[in-house]
């Protein structure tokens, strides 16, 4: 879910509650490679591997869009609706993250 034409990413609820440096660390990267696609106004929880992760020690944060097309996960959900300008924007940042200090 971070390849859609339109995404903004928010940090998620249980992201900042579980790892907050590391949240703010990927946003703070995204925003300076891609403010267009990254947004900085946190947004509601989804209990997905982040929270498990993190509540079993391996604090863990998720990068998913919220905006979601009547077609998105569905047979007509296809590599045709993904827009490389939104997976560039997420594959820098997280490459910058990973090895930022």
Known sequence: MVCYSGMVLRPEAHSLRFAPQETRK??????????????????????????????????????????????????QDTIDRCAPSSLEAVGRTLLSYLYAP
């Open 26 to 75: 990927f946003w703070e990267i995204g925003g300076k490679i891609a403010p267009t696609k990254f947004s900085s106004t946190a947004t509601g929880g989804i209990f997905d591997d982040q929270v498990a992760l993190s509540q079993a020690g391996a604090p863990s944060i998720l990068v998913i869009g919220f905006q979601y097309d009547p077609w998105f996960n569905t047979t």
